[in-house]
């Protein structure tokens, strides 16, 4: 099971990633005179955003909305100005903390999307009513993870930049054991009953990470399939009753697509 440790690692190079792709061939950074210190943190910048990592950072308030400060230490911050999002990285909390958060965020008006708890993470995300997310996860373990603040939809860009009503409904009664996926539903591709694949965009890379583990622990362990990499997640498994899922996103700046195949068992 990919563990949050694994997916802050992945934050942190999908980040370094982007920033280097948007920066292109002018991103290269004079030794003597491009370099940014702030204490003991490194900065990286490009015309849309900057992530530093370091010893010393602070909770970047004017980005994160109306969230808290948490408790822990800040390992790294990503703000990108062209979306509105920011994503705080953080060590050192301790469970009880992390767990206090969380319902700090509910009080503030951040739920009804997905929330979770298991002997590995706690995870939680929401949508407060004036349109903005937050996704908060934790490894237990580690007692590190990430939270992340988007100013619109859970993909970072503005809410009125972005008609997020479903093209078609969730296909709620074709295999109980999936549920639906928060985000944009485009399209729903039914094959005789025996299989549906539910296309979806805007949808937020911590809530799938979630959303895998949601079908783990609803049975769907069997000849598992799992890979991950910076710019896609792929998961497939079966249950007991030979039910099948592949739960794949496609990671993009700005607007990560996914497909979600249901498939029953031969009869």
């Not at 792709?21 to 943190?41: F, I, L, R």
């Not at 408790?71 to 301790?94: N, P, R, W, Y």
């Not at 934790?138 to 008609?163: C, H, L, M, P, R």
Request: glycine letters at 10%.
């Amino acid at each position: 099971m990919k563990t949050i440790r694994c997916f802050v690692t992945v934050v942190i190079i999908v980040c370094m990633a982007f920033m280097i792709t948007a920066c292109g061939s002018g991103s290269k950074t004079d030794e003597n005179n491009g370099g940014q210190t702030q204490g003991n943190a490194g900065q990286s910048g490009s015309t849309n955003g900057d992530l530093d990592v370091g010893q010393n950072l602070k909770w970047p308030a004017d980005n994160m909305g109306n969230l808290p400060e948490l408790k822990g230490k800040i390992t790294a911050v990503l703000k990108d100005d062209s979306t509105g999002q920011c994503t705080v990285a953080f060590s050192e909390m301790a469970k009880e903390d992390a767990q206090a958060y969380i319902t700090e965020m509910k009080k503030m008006g951040y739920k009804g999307e997905m929330s979770m708890a298991d002997e590995e993470s706690l995870i939680h995300s929401g949508k407060a009513a004036d349109g903005s997310t937050a996704v908060f996860t934790y490894n237990i373990t580690a007692k590190e993870g990430t939270i992340s603040y988007g100013s619109g939809n859970a993909s970072g860009q503005s809410a009125t930049a972005v008609d997020m009503n479903d093209a078609a409904s969730w296909p709620e009664d074709f295999m109980e054991s999936v549920p639906e996926l928060a985000g944009k539903i485009t399209d729903v591709v039914n094959d005789n009953n025996k299989s549906i694949t539910v296309h979806l965009e805007y949808v937020d890379q911590a809530i799938f990470e979630g959303y895998i583990k949601f079908l783990k622990q609803n049975g769907f362990t069997t000849d598992v399939d799992e890979s991950t990499s910076v710019s896609a997640i792929d998961f497939r498994a079966y249950n007991a009753k030979g039910e099948w899922v592949n739960a794949y996103m496609n990671i993009e700046k700005g607007n990560n697509t996914v497909t979600v195949t249901m498939e029953k068992p031969v009869q």
